[in-house]
């Protein structure tokens, strides 16, 4: 395998040449570099090893008021690192863009990724919380985003977008070291066109930007001062096992194709049944928090209320799908499924799932079960944890890789002929090729040590949908359990936010949006911690007669207190479950 100076080794080596403090221009050395203008931004004027700067170029504001607007910056595009793998002979290269406002406020935003990655999404800076009408880059942060060090691979099938992990070191990158790597470039690029270094540093990400968030807390500790992980898929490898186990749950009760007796999985339970069984799980938990408004703000109370056999089994005199959902066999089925991916000793590869309102919604189907538009062949699911899952699990997460088929039944088949005994400590595995499994390159090195970033300062929100269908908020509470029972004091720089409803980042009967950045830049530079966040129903949701809500931090919830505006997050205390 080829040896490369990566730019972490360098960084020492860019502190000397590039003279980095914080202060203005004004004490610059004799010998110090040259500010660079945005047009004067090329790979000889950085001269960095593995560097390569394709584009740098001034680009004028455009319209206010949206998104995706942007301010007037100097936009930088380039790669780093960029080789020929020695494993699967493909090019490979960590791609990234940074964009430096001209009316700089100071500070560094790193835009998570998504996903697998495999594109450079444009560095506007996206806001945690849904109907957000501005951007990081508008509000005068210099933004970066990557590609994760691979592009997706247009090969036809739904696996395009994982064949990355046949190689060693784009597994590497895709985990880590490509956050870290874009992270020495922005600053080096920030301190070369702004004759200073950033003020502040910020990670923000959802999903997979969620992960990169907490790994960029435990791996990169000095050089982020916040973060802020939505939905984080921390243990992405044991999800993926949780991808197989709920196919292979559906699959079971799922009516079969004629012609060919496979499983019709996007039938095993319809659109009608999981309105019917988050009308069965509110029925038993819209009042646990003082108010019955189609939100459970009490999950922790829900659980123990909330009986699926009672309320879901059909008996005698009764119609599935009007008054139950089915009969046994298809109850225990979903109860799998929530219970979490188990192996033949009964040992748990993952965490269990909520019951929660937001499983009726096409928010938790099109990850679980099928995308709402029509499916060619439907015994080829088209979900999310079907396709993208179905093809990230074998290529990414086990070790060695398993190279599945992408076309026709190869991912599906891969996924209900998965064996939990067998297969699934392949994502702890290692060979000669491949040094570091997948949990140890996906994962931060030690989730409940984030002795370092304490240490210099640094704060971390953590948001996550209750009703989350691709990573268990569960998964994130033992979590969050597990470092406060590291380290009592862990609530004075980490706190967890569950946002009842909420699916995958966004989505459900929730209030979803909500302003953390301004929440956690408090914290980090002003030392306010934040109490309860006010959150506020978009204008997707599902909900009727619901404006807003406090967000609490866990383990409180928001529980009505019997006498306000029921629509209002003032009539709202938070409280001890």
Same mark, same amino acid.
């Given at each position: 395998m080829?040896?490369?100076?990566?730019?972490?080794?360098l960084?020492?080596? &860019?502190?000397?040449?590039?003279?980095?403090?914080?202060?203005?221009?004004?004490? $610059?050395?004799?010998?110090?570099?040259?500010?660079?203008?945005?047009?004067?931004? *090329? *790979?000889?004027?950085?001269?960095?090893?593995?560097?390569?700067?394709?584009?740098?170029?001034?680009?004028?504001?455009?319209d206010?008021?949206?998104?995706?607007?942007?301010?007037?910056?100097?936009l930088?595009?380039g790669h780093?690192?960029?080789?020929?793998?020695?494993?699967?002979?493909?090019?490979?290269?960590?791609?990234?863009?940074?964009?430096?406002?001209t009316?700089?406020?100071?500070?560094?935003?790193?835009?998570?990724?998504?996903? *697998?990655?495999?594109?450079?999404?444009?560095?506007?800076?996206?806001?945690?919380?849904? /109907?957000q009408?501005? $951007?990081?880059?508008?509000? /005068?942060?210099?933004?970066?985003s990557?590609d994760?060090? @691979?592009?997706?691979?247009?090969?036809? &099938?739904?696996?395009?977008?994982?064949?990355?992990?046949?190689?060693?070191?784009?597994?590497i990158?895709?985990?880590?070291?490509a956050?870290?790597?874009?992270?020495?470039?922005?600053?080096?690029?920030?301190?070369? @066109?702004?004759?200073k270094?950033?003020?502040?540093?910020?990670?923000?990400?959802?999903?997979?930007?969620?992960?990169?968030?907490?790994?960029?807390?435990s791996?990169?500790?000095?050089?982020?001062?916040?973060v802020?992980?939505?939905?984080?898929?921390?243990?992405?490898?044991?999800?993926?096992?949780q991808?197989?186990?709920?196919?292979?749950?559906?699959?079971g009760?799922a009516?079969?194709?004629?012609?060919?007796?496979r499983?019709?999985?996007?039938?095993?339970?319809?659109?009608?049944?999981?309105?019917?069984?988050?009308?069965?799980?509110?029925?038993?938990?819209?009042?646990?928090d003082?108010?019955?408004?189609?939100?459970?703000l009490?999950?922790?109370?829900?659980?123990?209320?909330?009986?699926?056999?009672?309320?879901?089994?059909?008996?005698?005199?009764?119609?599935?799908?009007? %008054?139950?959902?089915g009969?046994?066999?298809?109850?225990?089925?979903?109860v799998?499924?929530?219970?979490?991916?188990?192996?033949?000793? $009964?040992?748990?590869?993952y965490?269990?799932?909520?019951? %929660?309102?937001?499983?009726?919604?096409?928010?938790?189907?099109?990850?679980?079960l099928?995308?709402?538009?029509?499916?060619p062949d439907?015994?080829?699911?088209?979900?999310?944890?079907s396709?993208?899952?179905?093809?990230?699990?074998?290529y990414?997460?086990?070790t060695?890789?398993?190279?599945?088929?992408?076309?026709?039944?190869?991912?599906?088949?891969?996924?209900?002929?998965?064996d939990?005994?067998?297969?699934?400590? /392949?994502?702890?595995?290692?060979?000669?090729?491949?040094?570091?499994?997948?949990?140890?390159?996906?994962?931060?090195? $030690?989730?409940?040590?984030?002795?370092?970033?304490?240490?210099?300062g640094?704060?971390?929100?953590?948001?996550?949908?209750?009703?989350?269908?691709?990573?268990?908020? @569960?998964?994130?509470?033992q979590?969050?359990?597990?470092?406060?029972?590291?380290d009592?004091?862990?609530?004075?720089?980490?706190?967890l936010?569950?946002?009842?409803?909420?699916?995958?980042?966004? =989505?459900?009967?929730?209030?979803?949006?909500?302003?953390l950045?301004?929440?956690?830049?408090d914290?980090?530079?002003?030392?306010?911690?934040?109490?309860?966040?006010?959150?506020?129903?978009?204008? =997707?949701?599902?909900?009727?007669?619901?404006?807003?809500?406090?967000?609490?931090?866990?383990?409180?919830?928001?529980?009505?207190?019997?006498?306000?505006?029921?629509?209002?997050?003032?009539?709202?205390?938070?409280?001890?479950?």
């Amino acid at each position: 395998m080829e040896k490369r100076l990566t730019l972490t080794t360098l960084a020492a080596l &860019t502190a000397l040449l590039y003279g980095c403090h914080s202060s203005s221009g004004g004490d $610059n050395k004799p010998d110090d570099p040259p500010q660079l203008g945005c047009a004067d931004i *090329t *790979t000889e004027a950085l001269d960095v090893p593995g560097l390569v700067i394709t584009n740098a170029v001034a680009n004028p504001a455009t319209d206010p008021g949206t998104s995706q607007s942007t301010p007037a910056h100097c936009l930088v595009e380039g790669h780093l690192n960029e080789r020929k793998s020695e494993v699967d002979n493909q090019q490979y290269a960590i791609g990234f863009e940074v964009r430096l406002p001209t009316d700089w406020n100071g500070r560094f935003f790193f835009q998570g990724g998504g996903g *697998t990655d495999g594109a450079v999404n444009p560095a506007l800076g996206s806001l945690p919380g849904e /109907g957000q009408a501005t $951007n990081a880059l508008s509000e /005068g942060y210099a933004v970066a985003s990557t590609d994760g060090g @691979h592009k997706s691979v247009d090969d036809g &099938t739904p696996a395009g977008g994982s064949l990355f992990g046949v190689d060693p070191q784009a597994r590497i990158d895709y985990g880590y070291n490509a956050v870290g790597e874009v992270t020495k470039v922005a600053q080096t690029l920030i301190q070369r @066109h702004y004759d200073k270094s950033a003020d502040r540093s910020y990670f923000v990400g959802c999903s997979n930007g969620g992960r990169q968030a907490m790994v960029a807390a435990s791996r990169f500790a000095d050089l982020y001062d916040g973060v802020i992980a939505g939905n984080p898929g921390f243990n992405l490898p044991k999800a993926g096992i949780q991808h197989a186990w709920d196919n292979q749950q559906f699959a079971g009760v799922a009516p079969r194709d004629a012609a060919t007796n496979r499983p019709i999985i996007e039938q095993s339970f319809t659109v009608p049944d999981m309105q019917l069984v988050a009308g069965k799980v509110l029925g038993a938990c819209d009042g646990l928090d003082g108010l019955k408004d189609g939100m459970i703000l009490n999950s922790a109370a829900c659980q123990a209320a909330f009986d699926p056999v009672k309320e879901l089994v059909c008996v005698s005199g009764q119609t599935p799908g009007t %008054d139950c959902l089915g009969d046994a066999d298809k109850v225990d089925a979903l109860v799998r499924v929530f219970d979490g991916p188990r192996n033949s000793q $009964n040992q748990a590869l993952y965490a269990s799932w909520p019951w %929660d309102a937001g499983v009726g919604e096409m928010g938790w189907r099109i990850w679980k079960l099928a995308m709402p538009f029509p499916n060619p062949d439907p015994t080829i699911p088209n979900s999310i944890i079907s396709t993208m899952g179905g093809s990230a699990l074998p290529y990414i997460f086990m070790t060695p890789p398993v190279q599945v088929p992408g076309a026709g039944h190869g991912l599906i088949d891969y996924l209900l002929g998965y064996d939990f005994d067998a297969d699934a400590p /392949g994502i702890y595995r290692r060979t000669d090729v491949y040094t570091e499994s997948s949990m140890e390159f996906m994962t931060p090195p $030690n989730p409940t040590d984030l002795g370092a970033f304490n240490a210099k300062g640094g704060k971390m929100i953590v948001y996550h949908g209750n009703s989350d269908p691709v990573f268990s908020v @569960h998964d994130t509470i033992q979590w969050y359990e597990n470092l406060k029972s590291a380290d009592a004091e862990a609530g004075d720089y980490a706190r967890l936010y569950t946002v009842p409803g909420q699916n995958h980042c966004s =989505g459900g009967p929730s209030t979803s949006q909500f302003d953390l950045l301004t929440a956690l830049v408090d914290w980090v530079e002003n030392d306010k911690a934040p109490e309860q966040v006010i959150a506020m129903a978009s204008s =997707g949701s599902t909900l009727s007669g619901v404006e807003s809500r406090p967000l609490c931090p866990y383990p409180l919830y928001a529980k009505y207190d019997g006498n306000g505006d029921p629509k209002v997050a003032s009539s709202f205390e938070c409280v001890e479950p």
